[in-house]
């Protein structure tokens, strides 16, 4: 049983950078694998970046301006976000799943554990 509760989002004009946090409980999260997904309207959910317990991957889009990281003691994972652009308006979800892989999946299907969202609107 684990709740996962996003916050850090909300509206940057085009350059600026937020630092979304995934804060968990009900369990310790060091050891599963958590992601983060947006979807935006009439859009597909889709993957922006993840991180296990000794990997981290990131998508295409965001590679390069982003950064994913943990803090084990407040069970909290951040998503750093650079140089903001208006196609990356969504909302973000946190998700996370326990998984004896040594890759971090890009599918939402593989995941067990889903925050409610924090919209990031990115004005140009």
């Known amino acids: 049983q684990v709740v996962l509760v996003e916050s850090g989002g909300g509206e940057v004009q085009a350059g600026a950078s937020l630092r979304l946090s995934c804060a968990a409980s009900g369990r310790a999260i060091n050891r599963y694998d958590v992601a983060w997904f947006r979807q935006a309207p009439g859009k597909e959910r889709e993957f922006v970046a993840g991180i296990n317990w000794r990997n981290t991957d990131s998508a295409d889009s965001v590679k390069g301006r982003s950064t994913i990281s943990r803090n084990n003691a407040k069970n909290e994972v951040r998503l750093q976000m650079d140089s903001l652009k208006p196609e990356d308006t969504a909302v973000y979800l946190c998700?996370?799943?326990?998984?004896?892989?040594?890759?971090?999946?890009?599918?939402?299907?593989?995941?067990?554990?889903w925050g409610q969202g924090t919209q990031v609107t990115v004005s140009s």
């Open positions: 998700a996370a799943v326990w998984r004896d892989k040594d890759y971090i999946s890009r599918a939402t299907s593989d995941y067990k554990y």
